[in-house]
């Protein structure tokens, strides 16, 4: 191998992430199956959706410059399906993002659909399912590129999956949150949090099947290494509040974009997005110790949707002499306020490694306001003034090909023709918690945040965050 790295002498301080990714020649095959299945994670029994019989589903791996190829076959009986691949640039390949009535047909009941796409960045992302709310009933997994590190440690933990998790099947969820108005239903609440999948339930709170002390994900530690940790936040609503008791936390990468490592005692993660971080095994190598993410106290006294039952996922990490049997019993090392703080970290802690300048002045500048609305009988999301309806059986991309750039209004599609760079400031109005915002094959400048009309200022002008 060049430089014994199948990316060659690329370094995350000498390439630029966004200039052609390394030609490793090496392709990763995977093939899925999407089917329906009753999955109890915690021990209570749901319907749910399930990849190649799993939840979470398989974990894609491969290194920065691969092709990744994926074989979808859709066993659900009377549902399309399709899957995104979360982060991924798609330069070369915008077909293969996954979502229908954008890039592609929905895949349909009995049908097979490959993917393939270029690894043409690094580091922790996920793929879920992208038709209905399916992810919430469990078409997701972890994907992991290797590349270049820029920080020291010694084992790679993996990734950390946390999910907030319904026990009612994703079709009930959505037609709750699609009921009209005159039904007068609250928003669906989570039932339990979950890490990697896993998560205890206390039974008495259910009235669906359930099987006690159904058990947590365990982890191992060696003291006095440094462990890399994958964490991503694949639910449906929740903001994760993630922790380790006793244990300080160095983040080295949000999302696809290594930073200037920081050290936190908590990690913010709202949905979809992904932090790496490095933990010192600092504790005796006896030592038992509790992981937590706490989706926290129900909106408005928290940040979330949750009925309040079980917030908080909890998994044990074992150092190497520890009893692999004992439960921790540590206390968490987070505070009250940082669990109901609904913010990220502080935008000026956050420094991409690879130095780039924005644009001081875009091309195209466009306010886009978030909102739920009434149209009369149902409660609807709007962006920029209207809801998004497109045809599964027509999708945009497919539609530019052929040279028609002309669409319905419902489709709520923004043309910004051959504009080099865009600018969009984001107005939450919705008043039912935060909102996550993600830009399908890109990654954007973070450039400011707060309440109220942006001024203008702009937060690291030389260097802001960047996410996807």
Not at 2 to 31: H, I, K, L
Not at 293 to 314: M, T
Not at 387 to 402: G, M, Q, S
């Amino acid at each position: 191998m060049p430089q014994g790295c199948p990316w060659g002498s690329a370094t995350v301080n000498n390439t630029d992430p966004y200039s052609a990714p390394p030609e490793t020649g090496m392709t990763r095959f995977y093939d899925f199956t999407i089917s329906h299945a009753v999955i109890k994670p915690d021990g209570v029994e749901k319907n749910g959706v399930v990849i190649n019989g799993a939840f979470p589903g398989p974990t894609i791996e491969a290194n920065w410059g691969d092709w990744i190829q994926v074989t979808v076959h859709n066993a659900l009986e009377d549902e399309g399906t399709s899957l995104h691949w979360h982060g991924m640039r798609q330069l070369a390949t915008p077909w293969f993002d996954g979502v229908p009535s954008v890039q592609q047909c929905p895949i349909a009941p009995g049908s097979t659909f490959t993917y393939r796409f270029k690894a043409d960045t690094y580091g922790t992302s996920w793929y879920h399912a992208h038709y209905s709310a399916r992810p919430s009933g469990g078409a997701l997994g972890p994907l992991i590129i290797y590349g270049p590190k820029h920080a020291d440690y010694d084992n790679d933990v993996g990734p950390i999956l946390l999910t907030d998790h319904f026990h009612e099947e994703y079709t009930k969820v959505v037609e709750q949150v699609m009921a009209p108005i005159s039904a007068k239903l609250p928003p669906p609440l989570s039932n339990n949090n979950l890490i990697n999948g896993k998560m205890n339930y206390p039974c008495s709170s259910t009235k669906n099947v359930c099987t006690p002390n159904a058990g947590v994900s365990k982890f191992s530690f060696q003291s006095g290494k440094k462990h890399r940790l994958r964490l991503i936040n694949g639910g449906a609503e929740g903001i994760q509040k993630f922790s380790i008791d006793n244990h300080q936390m160095t983040v080295i990468a949000n999302d696809f974009v290594p930073i200037q490592p920081y050290t936190a005692n908590v990690i913010t993660l709202g949905v979809g997005q992904r932090t790496d971080i490095i933990v010192e095994a600092t504790g005796k190598p006896t030592d038992a110790v509790w992981m937590r993410s706490n989706l926290g106290k129900a909106f408005p006294a928290g940040c979330n949707l949750v009925d309040g039952v079980s917030p908080e996922a909890v998994a044990a990490i074992y150092y190497e002499k520890a009893d692999q049997t004992a439960i921790p019993t540590t206390q968490s090392s987070a505070s009250p306020a940082e669990i109901a703080f609904c913010g990220s970290d502080a935008l000026a802690k956050t420094t991409p490694y690879y130095p780039i300048t924005p644009e001081a002045n875009p091309t195209t500048t466009r306010d886009i306001d978030i909102e739920l609305k009434s149209n009369g009988t149902h409660n609807l999301w709007c962006m920029g003034g209207s809801t998004f309806r497109a045809d599964y059986n027509d999708p945009v991309l497919l539609e530019a090909k052929l040279g028609n750039t002309s669409f319905p209004p419902i489709w709520n599609v923004h043309n910004f023709g051959s504009d080099k760079t865009v600018r969009l400031v984001v107005y939450n109005h919705f008043t039912l918690g935060s909102h996550p915002m993600h830009l399908h094959g890109h990654d954007v400048f973070v450039l400011a945040e707060g309440f109220g009309k942006w001024d203008g200022s702009v937060v690291n002008p030389s260097n802001p965050q960047r996410r996807d």
